[in-house]
């Protein structure tokens, strides 16, 4: 199967009544790790990368090894391709015309009426190629990849429906008390959740997965929510696997072998994730 385009693959979530893990890759073995992950379960979600992945790399070598690892494992669930973060216009048009099949502008620093602007300007563009839009409404404490932000500033209900209609959005991030990384403890908050679904006419999206309870996230579900982010616990497994190598041999040489452990880590890991977030066998 090839990448599934975004709108399908949030048609596929509404269908079977899922929410969509999306895990952030860093290098070719943690994408291998994911697509493993999403086929052995049979359900379908998201690989994505931050435009911080893009200082190392390009949209091009990230989609054309994404699309190899699929045809590699000849996979037969749906998976999308995601740019997470995107904080340019620039970065989002790269990725669409890389054949990313959903972007994220996040312009969520910038005051409301510019946060719009450069939304808007992203989903004119990717609308042009059927691409759905992500964008971000509120701040969300934590750290993500190497920026770290203080900003907790949660989502206005009576914000939503005006930012969705005049940005042209496909689906919204939202700041309900979750955060970014593992440094701090999320405590999601459900009566502004619910208040910002009832304001939102697209589906809802958590950043901050990895520190967010599976109960609150199935919890979640009822207030329309489609996608779900976790990047710190792949990495953490992923990285760990690695320091206890070292730790048990100093003198170890192969590290493709500690990759490939690494790389079964992280299967784990994310199959744990997919079956806690929908009760999947």
Same mark, same amino acid.
């Given at each position: ?15 079977? !009544? ?28 998201? $690989?994505? *990368?931050?435009?911080? =992945? ?24 749906? *998976? ?15 990725? *669409? ?17 510019? !946060? ?49 209609? %005049? ?31 009832? =304001? ?25 929510? $489609? %996608? ?8 953490? +497994?992923? *990285? ?16 493709? +072998?500690? +990759? ?17 977030? =929908?009760?999947?066998?």
């Amino acid at each position: 199967m090839q990448l599934v385009n975004g709108f399908t693959l949030m048609d596929y979530a509404k269908k079977h !009544n899922l929410v969509l893990p999306a895990f952030n890759t860093t290098d070719y073995e943690m994408t291998l790790a994911i697509v493993k992950a999403f086929d052995e379960m049979g359900l379908g979600g998201y $690989i994505q *990368i931050s435009s911080n =992945n893009l200082k190392f790399s390009s949209p091009q070598i990230i989609a054309n090894m994404t699309r190899e690892v699929m045809e590699r494992e000849n996979v037969s669930t749906p *998976i999308g391709l995601h740019l997470d973060h995107g904080k340019s216009f620039d970065d989002v048009k790269a990725c *669409i015309d890389a054949g990313f099949t959903s972007v994220m502008v996040d312009a969520s620093e910038l005051p409301y009426k510019e !946060n719009i602007k450069a939304v808007k300007r992203a989903s004119e563009y990717a609308h042009f190629f059927n691409i759905p839009v992500e964008a971000e409404l509120g701040g969300i404490k934590g750290k993500e990849d190497d920026h770290v932000s203080d900003v907790n500033a949660k989502t206005h209900p009576e914000d939503v429906l005006n930012f969705v209609e %005049k940005t042209g959005c496909d689906v919204l991030a939202v700041a309900v008390g979750n955060v970014h990384g593992l440094d701090l403890s999320p405590n999601l908050d459900f009566p502004l959740l619910e208040e910002v679904a009832k =304001n939102s006419p697209v589906p809802l999206v958590l950043h901050g997965g990895s520190g967010i309870p599976f109960d609150q996230v199935r919890k979640a579900k009822n207030s329309n929510l $489609i %996608k779900v982010n976790y990047g710190s616990d792949l990495r953490k +497994a992923y *990285i760990k696997t690695f320091g206890q190598s070292y730790d048990q041999n100093h003198n170890e040489f192969n590290l493709i +072998a500690v +990759a490939s452990a690494g790389v079964d880590k992280v299967i784990d890991a994310a199959k744990n994730i997919i079956h806690e977030v =929908n009760e999947v066998k």
